[in-house]
């Protein structure tokens, strides 16, 4: 009994290392995780995805403004309308792999192959956040990057082409969304040629 018990209180400390306190949404380690799981089920299926990096853009003057309490919470409120969108726009995913990036920063992994329909989930929720007021007089703008998953790249590849996106959208003014630009993928793994032993 006190050995099922311990792995039950496990398991559950495992998840909570995995989710962030305050959003509940997933850690950065664990998305990375699941980053990798997913480009290893694409390698097998050649059905690719896209990664959407968002960053709410006033988040240091909301602190600065309202406080630290009222910006923890109008992070936890981007993480649930976040949450809502995806589930309106992806209704057929199983799961929301979505994770809090950094401080003021989320990732979330778009299950279709699709770059410009990607783009198109990331504006609608971009606009439907800067349209709703988080906390009283208290709105948020995001800035997003999207960057398509080549076959057989690697996942810091992906995750890089957002950021750089990401970084595009925040120097042309913020509020926007830019994609990455997506280099053609190969179905197949490139042929190892041997090296010849040197005279």
């Known amino acids: 009994m006190a050995a099922s018990l311990s792995r039950k209180e496990s398991a559950r400390a495992a998840e909570r290392v995995e989710l962030d306190p305050l959003t509940g949404a997933m850690t950065r380690q664990a998305f990375f995780l699941r980053l990798i799981e997913r480009a290893n089920v694409a390698n097998t299926t050649a059905e690719t995805f896209a990664i959407c990096l968002m960053d709410a853009d006033q988040l240091k ?5 309202h406080g630290q ?13 976040i949450r809502l969108e995806l589930a309106v726009a992806l ?3 199983q799961e929301i792999d979505l994770c809090r990036y950094d401080g003021n920063g989320f990732a979330f992994l778009i299950p279709v192959s699709d770059l410009e329909q990607a783009s198109g989930i990331a504006e609608n929720l971009r606009r439907a956040i800067g349209a709703t007021e988080m906390q009283r007089d208290v709105r948020v703008t995001m800035s997003a990057g999207v960057s398509q998953y080549r076959l057989w790249e690697s996942a810091e590849d992906t995750l890089g082409r957002a950021e750089q996106a990401l970084q595009l959208a925040k120097q042309s003014g913020r509020d926007r969304v830019e994609v990455a630009a997506s280099p053609k993928s190969s ?13």
């Open 61 to 65: 003057n909301v602190n600065q403004s």
């Open 91 to 93: 209704p057929e995913a």
């Open 69 to 81: 309490q009222t910006g923890d919470e109008v992070l936890a409120q981007v993480t649930h309308r």
């Open 187 to 199: 179905t197949q793994r490139a042929e190892v040629i041997p090296l010849q032993p040197t005279a």
